[in-house]
């Protein structure tokens, strides 16, 4: 029973919701870089921002990757010789299928 109400208690207060600090972060783009900005407008989570954040940034190429959960902005710097617009949209929907918040 005790284990039943720790089960229910994380669930709870670990679920999907409304995030409500404001995003602080800055993107850092140098010169050569470009960026990119997807909507993902399921991403409503601490959970969901780190799927995405880090899931991006093991594409080649990328240099930051900050999801804004009261925008539902992701904003990726990255360097267009090593990748690709296209290439880093394709890795953004596979991530966000893996995000909790559906």
């Known amino acids: ?45 601490k959970k969901c921002q780190k799927i995405l954040e880090e899931g991006i940034l093991k594409e080649s190429g990328v240099q930051q990757s900050i999801l804004n959960l009261h925008t539902k902005n992701l904003s990726v710097v990255y360097t267009p010789e090593k990748t690709s617009p296209r290439i880093l949209e394709t890795t953004i929907e596979r991530l966000a299928t893996q995000i909790p918040c559906k």
């Open 1 to 45: 029973m005790k284990n039943l109400f720790f089960i229910l208690f994380a669930v709870l207060f670990t679920s999907c919701g409304s995030n409500e600090e404001e995003e602080k972060r800055v993107l850092q783009i140098k010169e050569g870089d470009s960026t990119l900005v997807v909507n993902i407008p399921k991403a409503a989570c």
